[in-house]
């Protein structure tokens, strides 16, 4: 069966400093996998999605990236925090671009 | 522009009660999907339902049902006979039609404690 690992499951971090979150699917190949974020008053928010190594879409500009090193591999990351990049960040797969998401356990990051 | 509206913030229950979730869609597309996510204090988002614009039939699983009525754009989310285990953040979700079912609109959540 499939399964999502997302670590760290909490950080914190001080402002300017960088990020990287890793989000790994295990038992199934070339999913597309996207990265969501809930903070606080916004809801749950898609950042970014890829339907292959190396491609990635971006739905809102920000101060966060992403990349996909390897098929089951998404990454999330930061060159210098703000304290707005404050949240949940909920990594997620699915076997194409019809099917339903499946999420990851999450981070909680605070960025202080 | 699409939109999702959980309009109960919170809601709280004595175990064994029966509760509704409302949500309320907007949508230009003709089709398009709809869902519904626990999130557990654990944090994790788990999929519950999946329902295309096409389908109307009510769907029930265990204590689970769902009632999804186009005429008044809503897919309402029943629990009966509650139970504490289902204490959780649910969230109602729509999307697009085929090809981006990644890309989901969700509501704000709906809280609900189920008290023993």
């Known amino acids: 069966s499939q399964t999502i690992h997302q670590w760290p499951a909490t950080l914190v971090q001080p402002v300017g400093s960088p990020l990287s979150l890793e989000c790994t699917v295990e038992g199934t190949s070339n999913p597309n996998l996207y990265w969501y974020r809930q903070a606080a008053g916004r809801g749950l928010q898609l950042l970014f999605y890829s339907v292959g190594i190396g491609q990635i879409s971006s739905e809102v500009p920000q101060n966060l990236s992403a990349s996909r090193p390897q098929d089951r591999q998404f990454i999330l990351s930061s060159k210098k925090l703000l304290l707005s990049d404050s949240g949940f960040y909920l990594c997620?797969?699915?076997?194409?671009?019809?099917?339903?998401?499946?999420f990851g356990n999450g981070t909680r990051l605070t960025v202080t | 522009a699409q939109k999702v509206t959980q309009a109960q913030t919170e809601i709280s229950v004595v175990e064994k009660e029966d509760v509704t979730l409302d949500c309320v869609y907007e949508t230009r597309d003709t089709t398009y999907y709809l869902f519904w996510y626990k999130q557990p204090p654990s944090g994790e988002l788990v999929f519950l339902i999946r329902?295309?614009?096409?389908?109307?039939q009510n769907e029930i699983s265990g204590r689970y049902s769902w009632n999804f009525q186009k005429s008044t754009s809503s897919f309402n989310f029943t629990i009966t006979a509650s139970q504490v285990v289902d204490s959780a953040v649910y969230f109602c979700a729509l999307s697009e039609a085929r090809g981006s079912q990644g890309n989901l609109i969700f509501g704000k959540g709906t809280k609900l404690s189920v008290k023993p």
């Open positions: 997620a797969w699915a076997p194409n671009s019809d099917a339903p998401l499946h």
């Open positions: 329902r295309n614009s096409f389908d109307e």
